[in-house]
């Protein structure tokens, strides 16, 4: 069948999902040997982790692209757009290009016995889509977990960045940190090279065993490099060793370490004979673009969109509000994945909300926003439940004022749909 648009490209890739298929790596396997094997014509810096691997990924990225490096970027989920999925050079992949690729890999999915899954199929246009487009390296972020995600087809890449863990996806990876480590250190190949963002002794202990079983070389990211940081709404200035002071676009109180994890995988680079100069690092940071991750949609009120999705995610969110608003209370419009660890969450925003305006995200994943608000309620902070998304985001900004904070957290999937009724309320709210 011949796929003419995109909206009947993007229909056939999102109709085989993950659910209830059997973890593996033999269906990217067949589907990327039928192609060519693309992957291995292909040079990578491979990223896993709980949080932050999307934010170390884009500035990663956007050093490799001021060294002069022809830069792929495969993150996961999209943002906005799903063309954000695979991109060069911070160009997302054009939607001709898109209808053509899948074009010429559906037959070879189609002939499987065991169809690949949604995140396969995808892992396999970008990997085609690299090579069509003769990228010098790719930085490749993992989707979920490590040794069994499609994206750990690669041979050893260039270097395997492990970011912050924390406990995530626990059905499918495990209850315990150490089960997430285990997961993460999938990625960890023969006489490869990889750096961690470190954190409790027995993760730590996960990816040193693993590095000593393959051979690989261990680096772990140096935070005491970072000697002054200063936060401000319009971006954050840190000045990591031997740097200086840099100003960085992201606001998240935990971006400045994910910034450094990513200095420090362009030094690592060099060191494997990459030319990327000190300037390159600077501008790199300097320039990178990262939306959804604290990200400041307005002034009046404040109004913060942050991805926020886990425990951990929720807790540093938390941390970087009372970092630029001391003890102000915060209307948070909060929508949650079902699966997701709720119980845990709460408490870290719970005193400093207002109030709490429960939505569901746009996904078969979603808690209903009537059971949302149902847990929330237990927090002794007024909570409703509007219909839509879009209610939801009028009545935060009623309930705010001019003057007020915003927070719209808890799940990835709520960026598009935010960010389009924002851009419509707030038009008519002050008009």
């Not at 939607?95 to 892992?123: C, H, K, N, Q, V």
């Not at 995530?168 to 089960?179: A, F, I, N, Q, S």
Request: net charge negative; aromatic share 6%.
């Amino acid at each position: 069948m011949l796929i003419v648009d995109i909206s009947e490209t993007l229909e056939y890739i999102h109709n085989v999902k993950w659910q209830n298929v059997k973890p593996g790596l033999e269906r990217i396997r067949t589907l990327l040997s039928a192609l060519g094997n693309p992957e291995k014509s292909l040079k990578f810096v491979h990223v896993a982790g709980t949080n932050g691997k999307g934010s170390t990924s884009a500035c990663i990225a956007s050093v490799l692209q001021e060294a002069g490096y022809r830069t792929g970027l495969f993150i996961s989920p999209y943002i906005l757009r799903f063309n954000e999925r695979m991109q060069v050079n911070g160009e997302h992949i054009p939607d001709g290009e898109l209808i053509a690729l899948t074009g010429r890999i559906r037959p070879f999915a189609d002939s499987m016995a065991d169809p690949p899954t949604e995140f396969e199929m995808i892992t396999a246009l970008a990997m085609q889509f690299f090579l069509d487009r003769q990228c010098d390296i790719v930085v490749l972020e993992v989707g979920m977990g490590g040794e069994l995600d499609s994206t750990n087809i690669i041979e050893t890449p260039e270097l395997a960045v492990i970011t912050a863990i924390g406990l995530d996806h626990v059905k499918e990876l495990g209850p315990e940190l150490t089960d997430i480590a285990k997961a993460k250190a999938g990625i960890i190949k023969r006489n490869g090279s990889v750096l961690i963002y470190g954190g409790e002794p027995e993760v730590e202990d996960v990816f040193t065993g693993t590095c000593a079983a393959q051979g690989a070389k261990l680096h772990k990211a140096d935070f005491g490099r970072i000697k002054s940081i200063e936060y401000s709404l319009n971006g954050t200035k840190f000045s990591p060793e031997p740097y200086g002071t840099v100003e960085l676009p992201l606001i998240g109180a935990y971006q400045p370490k994910n910034a450094l994890v990513a200095v420090t995988a362009a030094e690592l680079l060099r060191e494997k004979g990459y030319i990327i100069s000190d300037n390159d690092i600077i501008k790199g940071i300097s320039s990178v673009k990262w939306p959804g991750r604290f990200e400041i949609l307005g002034r009046e009120p404040v109004f913060i969109l942050d991805g926020a999705h886990n425990p951990q995610g929720i807790e540093a969110a938390a941390e970087s509000i009372r970092r630029h608003f001391g003890g102000r209370k915060v209307v948070f419009l909060f929508g949650v994945s079902a699966d997701k660890d709720i119980g845990t969450m709460i408490p870290f925003i719970a005193p400093l909300a207002e109030s709490f305006i429960a939505i569901k995200p746009d996904n078969p994943r979603s808690m209903d926003a009537g059971k949302l608000a149902a847990l929330l309620s237990s927090t002794g902070v007024p909570v409703s439940a509007p219909g839509t998304v879009s209610e939801g985001v009028a009545r935060a900004l009623e309930t705010a004022g001019r003057d007020g904070i915003v927070c719209a957290l808890g799940s990835l999937f709520i960026s598009a749909p935010v960010r389009e009724a924002y851009a419509i309320h707030k038009s008519r709210q002050f008009a």
